[in-house]
Nanobody, 124 residues
Framework: QVQLVESGGGLVQAGGSLRLSCAASGRTFGNYAMGWFRQAPGKEREFVANINWIGGSTYYADSVKGRFTISRDNAKNTLYLQMNSLKPEDTAVYYC?????????????????WGQGTQVTVSS
């Protein structure tokens, strides 16, 4: 089992920045590829970014490429999402997820563990 707890969400104006964190406990964090997803009201959960187990490979959704940066610190069992140049359409609940795979996965069904989510609201 892996327990994931997100933090760092909040209310920010358009153009602002936030950094989300995801603290992991349980099984060895470094064994898992990690991802960030988001879900806006009335919409399906969508992929945002992911990172392989050692942090050497990342992948982003087109909608956030160049604005968001995913990173991880395996020594601290923590995943991060730095979000810059935020837009109102980035408003959603953001979830971190863990997948025991060496292949980066962009679909929610491929992830084994999920956090409870943290709300990000971007005002115009």
């Amino acid at each position: 089992q892996v327990q994931l707890v997100e933090s760092g969400g909040g209310l920010v104006q358009a153009g602002g920045s936030l950094r989300l964190s995801c603290a992991a406990s349980g099984r060895t964090f470094g064994n898992y590829a990690m991802g960030w997803f988001r879900q806006a009201p009335g919409k399906e959960r969508e992929f945002v970014a992911n990172i392989n187990w050692i942090g050497g490979s990342t992948y982003y959704a087109d909608s956030v490429k160049g604005r968001f940066t995913i990173s991880r610190d395996n020594a601290k069992n923590t995943l991060y999402l730095q979000m810059n140049s935020l837009k109102p359409e980035d408003t959603a609940v953001y979830y971190c997820a863990a997948a025991r795979t060496i292949v980066l996965i962009t679909t929610p069904v491929g992830y084994d563990y999920w956090g409870q989510g943290t709300q990000v609201t971007v005002s115009s």
